[in-house]
Each structure stands twice: as C-alpha cells, then as structure tokens.
C-alpha cells in the first residue's frame, strides 16, 4: 500500500507545488492521505463508515478523516480530491449511492468547501479516480488514452486522454458497466438482462461461488487456478463478457491501452486470457489491433490517489 503512493510521490516529484490530499470514501470505510509540497508521504487516516448513516453522521466522519491529514492553517496551499462509491448528477450532487445511502442529494464539493476551509474540493466516482490514478501512476503510464475497466461489485469504466477525466454522465463514462454483453443473459441489477455486470460483476461471481460451494470470488480464483474446471469455466465466461464490453467501449473511444482494476482483476489471466481472445475475435479490427490490455497495479490504493491526483493543479 505504501509501495504504491511512494510510487506516485516518486513520479510527481519535480513537478508537484501543493499540498494534495485525497480521499476515498468506500462502503465500509473513508481513508485520506496527503502528499507534502516536497512530494512525501506524510499523513494517512481512516475510519468506519456504513449504509446505516445518516448524512449528518457521514460528513462529520468524512470531515474528521480529512481533517486528520490536513496541517493546520495552510487553507491556500491544499488541493483536496474525494472519490465516492456513486455517481454524480449534472447538479453534482451524489447519485446512486448504494452502499452509502446517505451521501444521497449531498452536494459534497460544496459541503466539503466549506468545512475544510480550502480553495477547492473535488469529488468524483470512484471509477474516475482509480481511472486517473492508473493512467498517471499505474498501469497506463505513459500512454495518452487510457480505458479503466474496474470490477469491483459492480462494473464500471472510465476514460483519460492526456491526463484528464473524460464526463459523458454521471462524472464517469455513464453507467458504463451495463453495456449488453450476452443477449438473453442472466438479469441484472438494472433491469436489463445479459449487462457486463450481470456476468463479470463482483456480486455475479460471488453467487456463481456459491452455487459451487465455495465462499467468495477469490476462493473461484483460487479453486480455478487449483483445476476445477467448472470455476475455470465461470472465469472463462466472465472474461468473455469483458472482451465484448472492451470491445463496445474501444470503438467509441479509441484507448491506447485498457487497465483492468477492481477485486475481479485479482483472477489474472484467467479473467483477462478470455477476455483477450474475445476481444480478438468481436472486435473491430483497426480498434483491437493496437490496442493493449493490462492488469491495473495500485490495488486497493488506486481511488486515494486518483483523488490526490484529481485535487492537485499540475500536470502529469
Ligand atoms: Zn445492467
């Protein structure tokens, strides 16, 4: 985890003027860090956060985590960005929040301003920030267009081309993860049938885990890797269903390369062989042949420093 932020201080190191702070707020907890003028890793905090708390409750912990790595008295110099499990409308308020329902309706860059006292806070889904921090410090370093496909619980994407969050809705790629995948497929959370998520998503995996007996999509990874052939072909289909979603996604946005991040990538070439194959097979031509498809490698650390990334003012 450290590893990862020293990384990104390393690659930031002569051209970073301001304090940045990032701060991830996921469904089970809020962390924060910030990075020093002088490019070093000096504060990290967290806290608990759950579905049952009221939005008064949720900012006064969003507040107090940030506030733990903010010095004190330096409002002018701070650059603060917060990823959040949701999407943001055209109002910028949070949307969708399923995990966290009550940052629902909450103007949070507004909400965060003003408490914080700093010049500006930005917030974004959390698919953005992991997308920013991958193509500025991970896996799409270096290239200019970079699609991160994230399967988390969920299943999501996000685009940047020359170091920027590419907005269609919602502060991301829409709702990117229910591209239809598999006509007639299994029912998704959405109302759709056969959507990426419904097959590759977390929560798919989990329960096609549990339908074999095992207790989570890591333990599908492990059983797969182990031989079992009927975990292998679960994984198999799950990646086909991301190579068709790559597919969709890279005719309409021409990325250099795709990054994919989220606990589902954990799988390894078992998720991105197929998904490799697929997306040779489906693909257009002049799309796929250029293309490259990679494992993210921030892990867990990559929506706190997309965020620090999204809140500081310099290039990258
Ligand atoms: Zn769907």
């Known amino acids: 985890m450290r590893r990862c932020v020293v990384h990104l201080v390393y690659i930031l190191d002569t051209v970073r003027l301001v304090r940045s702070v990032g701060v991830d707020i996921g469904g089970a907890s809020v962390r924060a860090a910030r990075l020093s003028p002088g490019n070093r890793l000096e504060a990290r905090a967290s ?44 109002d910028r308020r949070v949307h969708y929040s399923l995990n966290l329902p009550g940052l629902e309706g909450i103007k949070l860059e507004d909400e965060l301003t003003r408490a914080l006292g700093g010049p500006s806070v930005t917030v974004m889904p959390d698919i953005a920030a992991a997308a920013l921090a991958e193509a500025g410090a991970g896996a799409g370093s270096g290239h200019r267009r970079v699609l991160c496909a994230a399967l988390g619980t969920g299943a999501n994407a996000a685009l940047i081309v020359d170091g920027k969050l590419v907005e269609t809705a919602h502060g991301a790629l829409g709702d990117a993860g229910h591209v239809l995948t598999e006509p007639g497929g299994p029912e ?53 269903a991301l190579g068709r979603a790559i597919a969709i996604w890279s005719a309409m946005t021409f990325p250099d390369v795709v990054v994919v991040a989220g606990g589902v990538a954990q799988a390894g070439q078992l998720l991105l062989e197929p998904a490799r194959r697929e997306l040779v097979r489906v693909g257009a031509r002049h799309v796929v042949e250029r293309l490259a498809l ?23």
């Open 294 to 316: 990679m494992p993210a490698t921030l892990g867990a650390d990559a929506a706190v420093i997309g965020a620090a990334l999204s809140g500081s003012d310099v290039a990258y």
């Open 47 to 90: 806290a608990p956060v759950g579905s049952g708390m009221s939005s008064e409750r949720l900012l006064a912990e969003i507040i107090a985590v940030t506030t733990r790595v903010l010095v004190p008295g330096r409002p002018s110099e701070r650059r603060i960005g917060v990823a959040i499990p949701a999407f943001l409308g055209q």
């Open 188 to 240: 998704c959370v959405c109302g759709g049938r056969g959507c990426l998520e419904a097959i590759a998503g977390g929560a798919a995996l989990r329960r096609e885990a549990h339908a074999l007996g095992l207790a989570d999509g890591a333990a599908l990874s492990a059983a797969a890797s182990a031989g079992n052939s009927t975990a292998a072909a679960v994984l198999e289909h799950a990646g086909t």
